[in-house]
């Protein structure tokens, strides 16, 4: 930088916002590594979770002869009976919450 940047002591409006948008930018770069190193850091457990569910929908689907995934969906939306069933496979299964603990997954809207 310049020596007569400093020659004044003060900083200008424009320095000013250049060290405040910096500085944004420091914080938003830190947030999107920290999203990114957790996201990586549980994609095995994510492929875990996801296979674990669709076998409790597959489960869902044969016990209520549900033939298709729009009819499974508008049915879970629809009918408590269903949602419960599907949130009592998942509760039942000690990996499927132990997954869900991990990832943050709320068994009420699994």
Known sequence: MDAAAYADGKVTKAEQNAIDSYRDNM????????????SGEH???LIEYKKIRDSAL???????????SKELFADYQ???VVGDKYKE???SNPRAVEL???L????KSS
Do not use: P, W
Request: cysteine-free; charged content about 20%; glycine content about 6%.
């Open 43 to 45: 994609r095995a457990e």
């Open 104 to 107: 943050g997954i709320n068994n």
């Open 58 to 68: 597959s489960e869902i689907m044969e016990q209520f002869s549900i033939t298709s």
């Open 89 to 91: 496979i998942l509760s």
């Open 100 to 102: 869900m603990g991990i």
């Open 27 to 38: 914080v938003n770069t830190k947030a999107l590594r920290v999203a990114h190193a957790s």
């Open 78 to 80: 629809d009918n408590q």
